[in-house]
Every structure is written in C-alpha cells, then in structure tokens.
C-alpha cells in the first residue's frame, strides 16, 4: 500500500502517515448554527427565525396546517425531517390542544435524531425515530397527520415517489399529509432560483404543481388546497 510505502520513508524521522477520518453529520450547516447561537446564548431555532431571515414558521402553520388537522380525535403525527426542531415546537404545543396521542419526529441524520432527543427530552408525547432517507420505520397505518417542511425541496423525484408512497403505506384512511416543495412558477421563486444555482447552490429541485399532484394522485391521495409562500408551495393532501 502506498502509506506503508510512505511510512518506511518517515520512519527514521519520527514521522508516521494517519488516515484522519471525518465524521459525517448529514445535518447540512446545522452544527455550525447551533455554534453561533450558543455565541450569542441565543436557542438555536430562536436564532434561526430572527437572525438568519428564515420564513417563520407559526403564520405558515396557522395556515395551511393546524385548521386541516384540528378536528382529528387524538391524532398520532409524524414530522419528517424536522431539522433542529424549528417547526416542531410550535406542532407540539398545538398537538397538546387537539389532545394528540403521540408525535414521533423522525430524520435520517443521526445528529439531528441526537439533538432532538435533548431538546425535547421534557416532552412526554414526542418520540424521535431515525429513518434511512427514502422508507419510514413504522406499521401500515400508524398515523393520522404527516407534516414535512424543507425536505423535498432537496429531493430527486424518485426519492419523492418513494415517500409518497410511504406516507400512503403509514397515514390511515382519512389521514392529511402536508409539506413544501420549491417552484419557480411565481416572481419569487423565479428569482430564487436563478440567485441561488449563480450561487452554485446546485441540490435544490423545482417542481410543477402539475408533477407533485400526479405523484400522489398514484398512491391515492386527494388534493384539498394548496398554498403559495414565495418559493414554495404547501399543498395538503388527503388519504382516500
């Protein structure tokens, strides 16, 4: 092997060639966003609604997501993705009033499934799941409510097919599934688009209404209304 080779050469000075190996987080720049916070003694999703521009999330989910869910009786809900818990905390304080029965988060990282697990370790009906990014580990009808926000809009639409057909797999007959995809059919997302691939931000995809609706439309779902903020579109769909 070329090390050997090289460590025969650095013997005699003492020196000695090591594979350094990184540790691959899958938690995009979210470490680094819990590091300014902490700069700042600021909580990390605090931080990232006032100090990062990003959309807020309770005006979105006041919305296009708690009236489609409020009349279930003990709802189970699932979150997929749900980064360092920005989205969550506000589902889980509604989930509290429409006397939901459990709230399982569930992400492929195993950073983000660490994080999660402390910080909503005082919260009794959030369980957290780790998946393997394109199945979910859960029984056929398990929940009544699938919410999901900034995921899709990194996925291929394979990948996006393949949960389609996991959420039909999981949601019960009846059940509402509502998350965000990026479109460039509005001014916004037009621009969007355009500043970030000059960017090179290159792993987001833009989706037609057209595309998603004839994705879930084949595992059987029914659209009820669909939202545009900005860039991105919320559609909320209906298990048959």
Not at 90 to 96: P, Q, S, V
Not at 139 to 155: A, R, T
Not at 157 to 181: H, M, Q
Request: charged content about 25%; overall charge negative; some cysteine.
């Amino acid at each position: 092997m070329l090390r050997n080779f090289i460590n025969s050469i650095l013997k005699n000075s003492g020196y000695k060639l090591e594979k350094i190996r990184v540790k691959k987080t899958n938690a995009e720049g979210y470490p680094e966003y819990l590091e300014e916070a902490a700069a700042l003694e600021l909580d990390v999703n605090e931080y990232l609604d006032n100090n990062k521009g990003w959309i807020k999330p309770l005006p979105v989910l006041e919305e296009v997501f708690f009236p489609f869910i409020k009349n279930f009786n003990s709802p189970v809900i699932m979150e997929l993705g749900p980064g360092t818990g920005r989205w969550s905390r506000h589902i889980a304080e509604f989930a509290k009033k429409i006397n939901c029965s459990e709230y399982c988060l569930v992400d492929h990282s195993p950073w983000f499934v660490n994080f999660l697990s402390d910080y909503f370790r005082e919260n009794v009906l959030i369980k957290v799941k780790q998946n393997d990014g394109i199945s979910l580990p859960f029984e056929k009808g398990s929940f009544d409510v699938i919410f999901s926000q900034g995921v899709l809009p990194e996925l291929k639409p394979p990948v996006i097919y393949l949960y389609a057909k996991e959420f039909s797999r999981v949601l019960k007959s009846g059940g509402v599934c509502v998350f965000d995809y990026f479109t460039y059919d509005s001014p916004e997302g037009w621009d969007y688009f355009i500043k970030e691939s000059e960017k090179g931000n290159l792993f987001y995809t833009y989706y037609t209404d057209e595309l998603i609706d004839k994705i879930f439309f084949q595992e059987g779902f029914e659209l009820i209304q669909r939202f545009t903020y900005s860039k991105s579109k919320f559609p909320v769909y209906r298990k048959i």
